[in-house]
């Protein structure tokens, strides 16, 4: 076990399978892809189902954050989210991953939700006041963040793989409740 040890730190190897291989797929179905291209496309998904969610009065509060919300000075401009997501590109979506959470944050309240949506999620999570779906909608941003930022680590530990194991179940257990497909 120490000769296996010193090889794979040598050579820099995993000793045990990462815990994105155990992952189920459908080789019929579906097209492997890179991390990079299968988070960017979770991202944009989400946009378009958390936009979805959004009632009229949504998307204006939405969109007064969206011009409002200081954003780093070397990213590249980002256009308005709400008609030009489809223009987004794959680093646009995750950078978007980065603030979406403090956008929602700062904007998002029931009243901003349509209302079926709003009751369906409410029933999913098993809320007893409406107050608690907007931040059950930020909770799934932030684990969508979390996970994101682990994916990407330079570096994994041992450590790190249990936390992206236990981010990847909280992240799929929260997103089966609150989106609506």
Known sequence: MSRKKQMSSEYRLRIKQSILDELKRKKHLQTPQNIYHATAGKIGRLVKITVSLLSQEGVTAFLETWKNFEKPSVWCRLPNLISHHESFM?????????????????????????????KIIQQRIGAQRRDYVPKAIIKC?????????????????????????RCLEAEMAILTKVIIA
Not at 145 to 162: C, G, I, P, S
């Open 90 to 118: 794959m680093s646009d979506y995750l950078r978007l991953a980065m603030i979406m959470p403090f956008i929602l944050h700062r904007f998002l309240k029931p009243l901003h939700l349509k209302s079926n949506e709003l």
């Open 141 to 165: 941003w932030v684990y969508v963040a979390k996970m994101m930022k682990l994916v990407f680590e330079r570096d994994y530990t041992e450590e790190k793989y249990d936390e992206l194991k």
